[in-house]
């Protein structure tokens, strides 16, 4: 069982930034493949970005490519989400996930956090 954590989130003006953090309960966090999803009021929940679990491979949505940078320190046992550029359409609850292997399906990945809420406003 792993338990994750996310915080970070928070109220931000259009074209900031803001960093997420997700915190693994257990040093076996460095086995696994690392998610971040996001889902806006009223919408499914959509991939945002994901990270092996080794060579830290990434993958992006379009829609956050170029402006947002997933990242690990496995020896933190910690997942980070670096958003830049913030957009309105950005604002979501956004939730970790951790699974046996990179994905953009939500159904692959085993564990997932509580979320943390990101709003993107003026």
């Known amino acids: 069982q792993v338990q994750l954590v996310e915080s970070g989130g928070g109220l931000v003006q259009p074209g900031g930034s803001l960093r997420l953090s997700c915190a693994a309960s257990?040093?076996?966090?460095?086995?696994?493949?690392m998610g971040w999803f996001r889902q806006a009021p009223g919408k499914e929940r959509e991939f945002v970005a994901a990270?092996?679990?080794?060579?830290?491979?990434?993958y992006y949505a379009d829609s956050v490519k170029g402006r947002f940078t997933i990242s690990r320190d496995n020896a933190k046992n910690t997942v980070y989400l670096q958003m830049n550029s913030l957009k309105p359409e950005d604002t979501a609850v956004y939730y970790c996930?951790?699974?046996?292997?990179?994905?953009?399906?939500?159904?692959?990945?085993?564990?997932w956090g509580q979320g943390t809420q990101v709003t993107v406003s003026s």
């Open positions: 257990r040093r076996a966090f460095r086995r696994y493949a």
């Open positions: 996930a951790a699974g046996q292997s990179m994905s953009v399906y939500a159904t692959e990945y085993d564990y």
């Open positions: 990270i092996t679990s080794i060579a830290g491979t990434t």
